[in-house]
């Protein structure tokens, strides 16, 4: 029987991509060939000539098409990706909604030619994923047509992501695991864990990743005189990241906006008891104080207090630690989840014979 092939697009050294077209060799048996831009989006200049390079990108795209014969082209984001793929003419499509709309920044003077161009992809494709019920909630506000979208997270991997915590539940062990940037608010972190420092309180916080506010976050931690409490790892594998997660018992993450979280799925597996921002995209799977908790966006004081609640409640933490693992195991295991991605796939690719 021939391989069917899938051309993804997108950013193929993301921890979301990976998980998405590994599932699918996994799972379904698909060969994946991976097209991105490769211009960074890390100055102003680069921005100019990744633009540039976006206007073309349909030219590259189509020559793979007729060169490589892809079955199908999938795509991640649906402002940027998606709308390539759309513009591809190559069916059956698959586009994800990353982030809570895709339309980012919410401030941007763009925002008006991104929603014509996510409107535009997500007419011509065949399936949407919503990847969490925030994204879904979108689609449908955006007149989508709900009988292409898919939701349906991911999920991770129950046999790497173990349910085997081994933190000392008499000491905060606090773990952060999101990227080092200015979106996901560190440094309101560290200052909740100086006001608990300066309340005597004794914990130790590991933030994991790499990013561009790492020197500023360090330097932040040794003002708030916490620096030998806080441990930057720096970035690390992916199969170095149970261990930690199972070496910590509260997690936290502080981010503005957010779609669906790995990070969190990953910390809930694990054992963790989850922290995070009072923001829609979180309040899809967590209820405050019940299996989890919910920060006013920014508040350092709030979250500080908040700690010291979940850390002393410890008959609702364990409660909730069980709950949330139940959660994971019947909603976001990859292996399930996956399988019935790839198998939707390979009907839609039968179906436009």
Request: charged share 25%; aromatic share 8%; net charge positive.
């Amino acid at each position: 029987m021939k391989k069917r092939k899938i051309l993804f697009l997108g950013e193929s050294y993301r921890a979301d991509a990976i998980t998405w077209t590994n599932g699918l060799k996994e799972f379904g048996d698909f060969e994946i060939i991976n097209w991105e831009l490769q211009t960074p989006n890390n100055s102003l200049f680069n921005r100019m000539l990744r633009t540039l390079e976006f206007i073309f990108a349909p030219i590259a795209i189509r020559k793979i098409i007729r060169q490589q014969k892809p079955d199908m082209i999938i795509a991640e984001r649906t402002t940027s990706y998606g709308f390539l793929a759309a513009l591809s003419g190559l069916l059956p499509s698959a586009i994800a909604q990353q982030g809570k709309t895709d339309l980012w920044p919410e401030n941007s003077i763009t925002i008006p030619l991104k929603k014509i161009i996510q409107n535009y992809a997500f007419k011509k494709a065949t399936l949407i994923h919503a990847w969490g019920p925030i994204m879904a909630k979108h689609m449908k506000n955006s007149k989508v047509d709900m009988t292409k979208v898919l939701a349906l997270p991911k999920g991770i991997d129950l046999n790497v992501f173990e349910n085997k915590n081994t933190a000392n539940p008499d000491k905060i062990h606090a773990i952060v695991t999101r990227s080092l940037l200015p979106e996901y608010r560190h440094d309101v972190i560290l200052k909740a864990f100086g006001t608990l420092h300066q309340k005597g309180i004794d914990f130790s916080l590991t933030i994991v990743g790499d990013g561009i506010r790492l020197e500023y976050l360090k330097d932040l931690a040794k003002k708030m005189r916490i620096g030998n409490k806080v441990i930057f790892t720096g970035r690390i594998s992916n199969t170095a990241l149970p261990k930690l997660l199972q070496q910590s018992n509260i997690y936290i993450s502080m981010p503005v906006t957010e779609g669906v979280s790995a990070s969190l799925f990953e910390a809930m597996a694990c054992g963790c008891y989850p922290i995070v921002s009072d923001i829609s995209g979180n309040q899809s799977w967590i209820r405050h104080r019940e299996n989890g908790q919910l920060i006013t966006v920014g508040d350092s004081e709030m979250l500080a207090n908040e700690i010291l609640w979940a850390f002393e409640n410890t008959a609702i933490r364990n409660q909730a630690v069980t709950i949330n693992r139940k959660f994971i195991e019947n909603q976001a295991d990859y292996k399930i989840n996956m399988k019935i991605i790839a198998d939707k796939y390979h009907k839609l690719i039968d179906g436009k014979k």
